[in-house]
């Protein structure tokens, strides 16, 4: 399975400064219309409930899973559903409904146990031009990881899309 992360994150590697804070808050607009383009392309996207949180609703066209510790939440409303599965088994589960690629949208926490399992297979970063000095990481607790670059696109006058193949 295609399993596919995307994050904006600062120039000194920040995701944001705040777990309230929403990206929409600091990056482009070129960002934001890519990160719609390629979770409509992957279809379903995975992400925390802090995560679903910041953006408080469904995403348009695009099958959300929100994965979380808490069993007792409800259902939000169509293409939203919440998963207490560990990554390995709701990978597993997704390919028996057929499903071939997931977008992870976050947070640090949804990345770093999909990279702590060796999960992901492409890393698409969005590198704005702002410096947080303090905030949340885009993921930890993993070994090395060797990325290859397969491309680098040029958002706007100061904002760079890096495209890696892990």
């Given at each position: 399975?295609?399993?596919?992360?995307?994050?904006?994150?600062?120039?000194?590697?920040?995701?944001?400064?705040?777990?309230?804070?929403?990206?929409?808050?600091?990056?482009s607009?070129?960002?934001?219309?890519?990160?719609?383009?390629?979770?409509?392309?992957?279809?379903?996207?995975?992400?925390?409930?802090?995560?679903?949180?910041?953006?408080?609703?469904?995403?348009?066209?695009?099958?959300?899973?929100?994965m979380?510790?808490?069993?007792?939440?409800?259902?939000?409303?169509?293409?939203?559903?919440?998963?207490?599965?560990?990554?390995?088994?709701?990978?597993?589960?997704?390919?028996?409904?057929?499903?071939?690629?997931?977008a992870?949208?976050?947070?640090?926490?949804?990345?770093?146990?999909?990279?702590?399992?060796?999960?992901?297979?492409?890393?698409?970063?969005?590198?704005?031009p702002?410096?947080?000095?303090?905030?949340?990481?885009?993921?930890?607790?993993?070994?090395?990881?060797?990325?290859?670059?397969?491309?680098?696109?040029?958002?706007?006058?100061?904002?760079?899309?890096?495209?890696?193949?892990?």
């Amino acid at each position: 399975m295609n399993v596919w992360l995307i994050a904006a994150v600062s120039a000194d590697g920040k995701i944001a400064e705040t777990s309230e804070q929403s990206s929409l808050d600091w990056t482009s607009k070129e960002d934001t219309r890519f990160f719609i383009d390629k979770t409509k392309e992957a279809g379903v996207v995975i992400m925390g409930r802090k995560t679903f949180d910041t953006i408080g609703k469904p995403l348009k066209g695009r099958r959300i899973i929100v994965m979380t510790r808490q069993s007792d939440l409800a259902f939000v409303g169509e293409g939203v559903e919440y998963s207490t599965l560990q990554p390995e088994d709701l990978l597993r589960q997704l390919a028996t409904q057929g499903v071939e690629t997931v977008a992870l949208a976050g947070g640090s926490s949804v990345y770093s146990h999909f990279l702590q399992a060796n999960l992901v297979t492409d890393v698409y970063l969005t590198v704005e031009p702002i410096l947080f000095g303090a905030g949340i990481p885009l993921a930890s607790g993993f070994d090395r990881i060797q990325m290859r670059l397969e491309d680098l696109t040029k958002l706007n006058d100061q904002s760079v899309l890096l495209h890696y193949k892990i």
